[in-house]
Every structure is written in structure tokens, then in C-alpha cells.
């Protein structure tokens, strides 16, 4: 599966700079209001020690790591949901991203424009706020268009009348979606609206230098929201991440334990984004190629079969499965069924994180 992540955020707050620092692509940063007018877009290798692991032990021709898709869209200012600053146009880039990544100012900087405090909480309420205002408009034109259809007595659109509905009446009391309850059915009707605040959010701090382990009041605060409504945050220092991403690997090392940064944020970031969106990582390995496949936490192994090929899932049979750990014990995959440790499951088995798999299928 792709995974796609839009990143959000008020104007001249480092959206970009947290673009550049999860795909290195050197996107132009500027530090006046919509300088933005293109989305810029990347899809980027998903760091993975597992697979030199496996690499290790598995003669390959090839290694392909999952991927992810990163959109930056430009600054959302008050009344972007309406059109200012060309904001519907915008938020049209991010309408089909699987998360948002939310970056809130957390620094000082006299050379951006601002012409308020900052505010981490009140930042959030205005960018949410226009997240809301779109939504709300998608789903009264919904409501309208399904309306007519549950007037005839059509029992799929009344239902979907009625979930439209409810999702109107909680956005118009400030709700963001993502923290009401739905059925599985509730949110299979929604789903084809591509709600802005359905998606879920990591909210990222963006710190300023002097605060790179995000201990300020004003990372603080950003963490203090995000856990209010059960989401998750993480804090970076866009700049010096930038910075860092740009050096050779000697001098990247030797500032990397000046400023005691154990990690950079680029896989700290997608990791939180998998995290948040409840992926899972398996692979398959052979001497054609080692792949990394992602899936959902309990997904089933048809259902991981069919990432492979939609036909795999139907077709079924039974999966041998190890882990990368057997693997790392036992050193040969011949070695693993000599131990007895490759096991075989079938249809109802539950996908684990580090799985490697031989799917057997009826074509």
C-alpha cells in the first residue's frame, strides 16, 4: 500500500523546512505569505535497518524499501477554506492524504512576518478552524445531494443522510471529526468525502534552536493539545535538521554528538506517522528481491497476500512465515525449519510486525 502524508500549517511557520527535512529535496523556502502557489511533492524510502538485516543472510539481486508520499501545500491563513489566499485550491492537494502533519511555530524570529505573539494553541484552533469550514461545505452539499435520493425511500441514502448530517452538526459546534465517534459503516460513508478532519494528525513542533530537545513552554504546549485529544507530537528543529541533512556523514556525526542528537527526525517522523495510522511493516525476501510491505496493525495474511497482488488474496492457500529475529539467530531460512521455528499459518492468522513470508497461492 502507498501512504500518503499532507503537511499543514499557518504561513511562514516551517512547512518547508519540514518538507526538506524529511525528503532532502531542497524545496525553496521564503519567509513571506503564500510564496507557495504549486504544492511541492516528494515520495521518499522509508528508513529500515531490517532490511540490510535480512540483506545479511539473503543473497538478492535487489532491495526495495516501502515508500511514502509527502505533499506541502502552502500556508493556510484565516479564510482559506473560502478562497482567501487561494486556500481551496490548496487544500485540494491534501484532500486524499491518508494523515496531516500539522507543523506549529514553537520559535522567535524577527525576519519572519507576524503580526500577532506566538501562540502554539491559538495557531492550531486557526488552522483547524479552516479545516472545519471546508469540511463543513463538503458535507452540506452532501447532505443536499444525498437528500433528494432519500426522499425516494432509498434506505443507503438516508443512512448516509443521517451520517452526513451529524458530521454538519459536529463540525458546526467545533468538532474536528477525527475525535467523534463512527461505526465501521458510519465512517465507510464518509470515506468517499475525503474529510479533511476525519484524517488523523501528528502535530509537529517546530523548535527553535536553542530548544532542540523541545523542552520550551511553547513545545510544551503543542504536546499538552496533542494529548488533550488523543493525538500524537513530536519536536524538531526544522533549520538545524536542514542543516544536518545537508552535511557528509563525518561532519554530520561529529555536530550530531556536539548537540547530543542521538537521531535525525526524518525517521522519527515517518515512524510517528506509521504509529499514528497503525501500519505494520512485513517482508518477503528471495533471491529475485528483499521488499518491505506495508499493512495495518491485524490485518490477516490474505489481506498482506493481496498487497503483493490483488489476486493473492483470493487465491489464498497458506503462508510460511518467520521473523527477522529467527532469522538473525539462525543465520539461513534452512536453518529456521530445522529449528522448527517456520511456521505455517493459514487464513485467519494476524500479520506481526517483522514477519518474513512465503505466501503459497492457487493462481
Known amino acids: ?216 513552554a511553547l513545545a510544551r504546549a503543542v504536546a499538552g493539545h496533542a494529548a488533550s485529544v488523543g493525538a500524537r507530537s513530536i519536536a524538531i528543529c526544522g533549520d538545524i535538521e536542514c542543516e544536518l541533512g545537508g552535511m557528509g556523514a563525518d561532519d554530520r556525526a561529529m555536530f550530531m554528538e556536539e548537540l547530543d542528537v542521538k537521531e535525525l527526525a526524518q525517521p522519527r517522523l515517518i515512524q510517528e506517522t506509521y504509529e499514528l495510522l497503525g501500519l505494520r511493516t512485513f517482508f518477503t525476501a528471495g533471491e529475485k528481491e528483499i521488499k518491505a510491505w506495508t499493512i495495518h496493525q491485524g490485518d490477516t495474511a490474505p489481506v498482506a497476500a493481496g498487497k503483493i497482488h490483488t489476486d493473492f488474496e483470493k487465491g489464498f492457500v497458506r503462508v510460511e512465515v518467520y521473523s527477522v529475529d529467527d532469522l538473525v539467530e539462525h543465520e539461513s531460512e534452512a536453518a529456521i525449519r530445522s529449528a522448527g521455528k517456520l511456521r505455517v499459518e493459514g487464513k485467519d492468522y494476524r500479520m506481526q510486525e517483522s514477519d518474513v513470508c512465503h505466501f503459497l497461492v492457487n493462481r
Open 1 to 216: 500500500m502507498s501512504v500518503a502524508c499532507g503537511i499543514v500549517g499557518l504561513p511562514n511557520i516551517g512547512k518547508t523546512t519540514v518538507f526538506n527535512t524529511l525528503t532532502g529535496s531542497g524545496a525553496e523556502r521564503a519567509s513571506y505569505a503564500f510564496s507557495t502557489v504549486e504544492p511541492n511533492l516528494a515520495e521518499l524510502e522509508v528508513p529500515d535497518e531490517r532490511l540490510a538485516i535480512l540483506h545479511r543472510y539473503v543473497e538478492t539481486q535487489k532491495i526495495v524499501p516501502a515508500r511514502v508520499k509527502i505533499v506541502d501545500i502552502a500556508g493556510l491563513a484565516a479564510g482559506a477554506s473560502h478562497g482567501e489566499g487561494m486556500g481551496n485550491r490548496f487544500l485540494g492537494h491534501i484532500k486524499e492524504a491518508d494523515a496531516l502533519m500539522q507543523v506549529v511555530q514553537c520559535f522567535e524570529r524577527s525576519d519572519l512576518a507576524r503580526e500577532t505573539p506566538v501562540d502554539p494553541p491559538g495557531d492550531i484552533e486557526a488552522l483547524e478552524l479552516e479545516l472545519a469550514l471546508a469540511d463543513f461545505e463538503t458535507v452540506a452539499r452532501n447532505v443536499e445531494r444525498v437528500g433528494k435520493r432519500a426522499r425516494t425511500g432509498d434506505k443507503d441514502a438516508t443512512f448516509e443522510k443521517e451520517v452526513f448530517e451529524r458530521a454538519k452538526g459536529l463540525l458546526e459546534d467545533g468538532v474536528q471529526l477525527r475525535t467523534a465517534e463512527w461505526s465501521d459503516d458510519e465512517l465507510a460513508a464518509l470515506r468517499p468525502l475525503f474529510l479533511l478532519t476525519l484524517k488523523p494528525v501528528l502535530y509537529v513542533a517546530n523548535v527553535a534552536d536553542d530548544d532542540f530537545a523541545g523542552e520550551g
